[in-house]
């Protein structure tokens, strides 16, 4: 479907996914000025009154880049929102959500009417994470503007399916916004994602090598080296399923190929589950997709490169069929 404004001005139909620790203000800002939707989640500002300060610090930066740049306008940009019960912060984080007009919200662990309802309020959109096409249903029913498929093989919280077989149900009966999900690294596989009928490839892997990303250097290296074979799904150390790299959770002394299942009932994303290793900050996520990740680079550097490869792939596909 045609994009809606201000989502119509980016340089590829690319939405960095927001990343827990790793994304804040200096990644978002360098992912919006590249010409991408850049987020972060809600929850990475603490304390909580932190959120206004980076909404600020984002607003201002991206309007600043604007005024001196009117040929090419930065990327909107987004905020997560963990809508699980858990998140004692969701009301707080809306409300200042509410006062930044933020132009885009997505949900995550949860589909709640009213918060789709108060974005819908401001003029925003939301797009909800979903791993199956019932999830699906359930958001859309209940007001999301749009969907997240997560396939199998994305990074953190994923699902197990084949993003072929998601998002032809989805397909089915929905001709609204969907961003993609799932192992998308490299410029051809957004092409595929829009193939497969996604308005947006959800790319987040990547952005944790970035340069502005708040990410340790080990876990950045981690990304630079690793291979779609080095990524472990377990619901170990939140009690929801995902995918980490299978290297921290040997440098936290488990063995990736004998972990037991957490009580997905005593959801905790932080705590490590039955271990004293934390999640995210110890055990790292990541995608299959990290095999294109060669170095440590700006992101302008990489949304160029994802640029030329995206390019060169719709030649080669016009050439093919010509």
């Not at 995918?243 to 488990?254: K, P, W």
């Not at 299942?261 to 990290?290: L, R, V």
Request: glycine share 10%; net charge negative.
């Amino acid at each position: 479907m045609p994009l809606p404004a201000p989502f119509d001005r980016l340089r590829l139909p690319v939405i960095g996914s927001p990343l827990f620790i790793v994304s804040g203000p200096e990644l978002v800002i360098a992912q919006c000025k590249a010409g991408i939707v850049g987020s972060f989640p809600a929850l990475n500002a603490r304390p909580q009154s932190q959120v206004d300060e980076w909404l600020h610090q984002i607003t201002e930066e991206l309007a600043a880049h604007n005024r001196d740049n009117p040929d090419r306008p930065a990327a909107p940009f987004a905020v997560n929102q963990i809508v699980h019960k858990s998140n004692d912060r969701l009301d707080a984080d809306m409300a200042t959500c509410a006062k930044w007009q933020v132009p885009m919200v997505i949900t995550s662990l949860g589909a709640r009417e009213e918060v789709f309802s108060a974005v819908k309020g401001w003029g925003g959109i939301t797009l909800h994470d979903v791993i199956n096409d019932r999830f699906a249903r359930k958001a859309i029913e209940k007001g999301a503007t749009g969907l997240i498929p997560v396939a199998a093989g994305a990074g953190g919280h994923a699902g197990v399916l084949s993003p072929f077989a998601l998002m032809q149900e989805i397909r089915e009966w929905f001709d609204g916004l969907v961003a993609l999900s799932g192992s998308i690294a490299h410029g051809r596989s957004i092409l595929g994602a829009q193939a497969l009928g996604a308005d947006f490839a959800y790319i987040g892997s990547p952005w944790i090598a970035a340069t502005e990303a708040n990410a340790d250097e080990g876990y950045k290296q981690a990304i630079v080296e690793g291979r779609a074979e080095g990524i472990v799904y377990t619901n170990l150390f939140t009690g929801v399923h995902g995918n980490y790299l299978r290297s921290s959770i040997v440098g936290a002394g488990l063995d990736p190929d004998n972990l037991p299942e957490s009580d997905p009932s005593k959801m905790n994303f932080g705590s490590g589950g039955n271990t004293k290793a934390k999640a995210w900050k110890d055990i790292w996520g990541s995608g299959q997709g990290i095999g294109t990740v060669t170095k440590s680079a700006p992101v302008e550097e990489t949304v160029a490169r994802l640029e030329r490869e995206y390019i060169a792939a719709k030649e080669a596909l016009a050439k093919a069929t010509a």
